[in-house]
């Protein structure tokens, strides 16, 4: 429809078919020999999902006014469609075994088939196997140690290709002169992929002290994703700019740690507080037989790669020119010069993270608030620079070290309107921004004031100026609720009931960037 003239009328039709189709089948065992219990099943599944969406729409507006229909388009009708189909067929089986309720063995076996990968090796084979073992049982009743388990595991799942990566595929355009449009894709299809796996491997223990008022809880882990279906950056020259393969390999290691306490309780008040925090670190073994570097994203002159030898998630883009001090280099009107090149920049894996919640309850009302953090760990900002150089960022505001408004005119001592001067060149109620750095060609240390829209303009697209520390802590929620008692219940026709009101996201309590929640950034192709 148009609104008071300001668009061109027009009507869109769309159909969204969505099916899913499931077989599933299983035989359970569950029996108990003495001291030990055991349980066990077998089972198949099979699913198949069929998916289409169309949609026309009316281009040049209508030929008859407020009448909506395809047919009345003054132009081609606009028509976007898409078919995806795919099967999954999987065979698998447990097992558990226990021993006097402190000794367990767990273990799975899975066959899985997908349609999408290669017909010729088009399924992967997967197991689990993890042990635990509560060794507290061994140990005599005492005022400190109150439980404590071991445990070790090994888990792997399967990863199939999207759908339609094995042959090229057409997207369907609108006609040109009545022929038939068809696009050719931009990414090269790979005959040969097939499933890939990831496995984790994991060790832990579980610990209660004082009669369970504190606890601990630690886990070592160990990923890898070997063969997992992978895009792939490719030389456009070859016609297209991507293709998909089965080569890459992952490998993730990390730590986490959770603490839980009860510093205080009785009859009517109870305290609890929970803490969490994590450590890991993703590193790319391999890429490629054809390549050691891919871009798994880009955006406005920066990109996100991941390097064969080096951690997960480098972002690259172009960088400051800098002397051996790290002074940025200027030239003869203070504009900061940048690399030719595209270099590594930071990456946006952080150091750890982690999280507190406090919990507090008297009688039949509860107080929660928890809180979460980062440190370290970088992103690429495209908020703060469009903000800067479209004049609405707070930088683009202020007053300069001569106290004069940076959005007033840069004046040089000879009374002349420039776009930049030097800083012993210019009158004292001069406006502009200050720039310092060292001259590009003698070295020394040099200052200019220069037009914000000038400034700000020329860092435009320099990646390295727009990489921030995701680093935060943030109170992310807070809530009150009240349980009803259980007399008033028994009037009810409920087991239970609580009334509870939530607040999210109410505080940022550190940050090192004005004007951004690192919190919150998100990929700009989602927004």
Avoid at 176 to 195: E, H, R
Avoid at 282 to 311: F, M
Avoid at 498 to 506: E, I, P, T
Wanted: glycine share 8%; aromatic share 14%; charged share 20%.
């Amino acid at each position: 429809t148009a609104w008071y003239g300001l668009t061109q009328p027009g009507y869109s039709e769309q159909t969204i078919t969505n099916e899913f189709n499931e077989l599933y089948t299983q035989l359970n065992y569950d029996n108990k020999f003495g001291a030990f219990d055991v349980v066990a099943n077998v089972g198949a599944q099979w699913n198949q999902r069929n998916y289409s969406y169309i949609n026309a729409a009316t281009t040049g507006g209508l030929q008859i006014p407020d009448y909506y229909s395809i047919r009345t388009s003054v132009g081609n009708i606009n028509y976007d469609r898409d078919h995806v189909r795919f099967k999954n067929y999987s065979m698998f089986a447990t097992a558990s075994v226990g021993y006097d309720n402190f000794i367990y063995l767990d273990g799975s076996y899975r066959k899985e088939w997908s349609s999408t990968a290669d017909l010729d090796d088009n399924s992967v084979d997967v197991y689990g196997l993890s042990a635990s073992l509560i060794f507290s049982k061994f140990i005599e009743n005492n005022d400190i140690l109150s439980f404590g388990k071991l445990r070790a595991g090994i888990a792997q799942a399967p990863s199939f290709p999207d759908n339609y990566t094995l042959n090229n595929t057409y997207s369907i355009q609108n006609s040109y002169q009545d022929k038939l449009s068809i696009s050719t894709p931009n990414t090269l299809a790979n005959l040969q992929l097939k499933g890939g796996i990831r496995e984790e491997k994991e060790l832990g223990t579980e610990l209660k002290f004082f009669g369970n008022k504190l606890g601990l809880d630690f886990t070592y882990f160990n990923r890898t994703d070997s063969e997992l279906p992978s895009s792939l950056t490719i030389n456009g020259a070859t016609g297209y700019t991507a293709t998909t393969g089965n080569e890459s390999i992952n490998e993730t290691n990390g730590w986490e740690l959770g603490l839980a306490a009860t510093p205080f309780s009785n009859d009517d008040f109870r305290w609890d507080v929970t803490f969490n925090i994590a450590r890991y670190r993703k590193k790319v073994i391999k890429i490629n037989d054809l390549t050691d570097q891919t871009t798994l994203a880009g955006v406005w002159n920066a990109s996100l790669r991941a390097d064969e030898g080096d951690d997960w998630g480098n972002i690259y883009g172009t960088k400051w020119q800098r002397d051996d001090n790290g002074n940025i280099l200027l030239d003869e009107s203070g504009t900061p010069q940048y690399t030719n090149t595209i270099e590594k920049v930071a990456n946006i894996q952080p150091d750890f993270t982690g999280g507190l919640n406090n919990m507090l309850t008297y009688k039949n009302f509860n107080l929660n608030f928890s809180m979460d953090f980062q440190k370290g760990g970088n992103f690429y900002s495209v908020t703060k620079m469009f903000n800067a150089s479209s004049g609405n960022g707070a930088q683009t505001v202020g007053t300069n070290d001569l106290g004069n408004p940076i959005r007033d005119l840069v004046i040089d001592n000879a009374g002349n309107e420039v776009t930049s001067a030097n800083v012993n060149n210019v009158q004292p109620s001069s406006g502009g921004i200050r720039v310092d750095g060292a001259d590009m060609t003698t070295g020394q240390e040099v200052s200019y004031y220069v037009k914000p829209r000038t400034y700000f303009n020329n860092l435009y697209g320099v990646a390295e100026e727009w990489v921030y520390d995701a680093s935060y802590i943030k109170l992310r929620q807070v809530s009150l609720g009240y349980t009803f008692p259980k007399p008033l219940m028994e009037k009810l026709p409920f087991d239970s009931m609580k009334l509870s009101v939530y607040a999210n996201n109410l505080w940022l309590i550190y940050s090192k960037v004005n004007g951004i929640d690192p919190s919150e950034i998100e990929d700009y192709f989602s927004s």
